[in-house]
Nanobody, 115 residues
């Protein structure tokens, strides 16, 4: 059974930084497209960043160079470094892995940015 466990969320002031981590078990993330999504209350779940086949990265338009996604295949871990955080970044952040039609989600970690 595949499990994704996020950590690193919390409360931070605007302009601050957080690093989210996602530890996978039950499968090897190097076999998957991996990414982070976020969902604010009353809004749809949006792509934050993902790593595609061949290592190419893809970011949501709102990221604007502030976030960096990375993976450590040896540790089976996915990370998201978030800098210059803004109140609009407040959301639950979800780890996601996908291969063809097979996908898994983490339980989410809350990120709250105060102004």
């Amino acid at each position: 059974q595949v499990q994704l466990v996020e950590s690193g969320g919390g409360l931070v002031q605007a302009g601050g930084s957080l690093r989210l981590s996602c530890k996978a078990s039950g499968s090897i993330i190097s076999d998957y497209i991996v990414g982070w999504y976020r969902q604010a209350p009353g809004k749809q779940r949006d792509l934050v960043a993902r790593i595609l086949d061949g290592g190419r990265t893809d970011y949501g338009d709102f990221v604007k160079g502030r976030f960096t996604i990375s993976r450590d295949n040896a540790k089976n871990t996915l990370s998201l470094q978030m800098n210059s955080l803004m109140p609009d970044d407040t959301a639950v952040y979800y780890c996601h892995i996908q291969r063809a039609w097979i996908m898994y989600w983490g339980q989410g970690t809350q990120v709250t940015v105060s102004s």
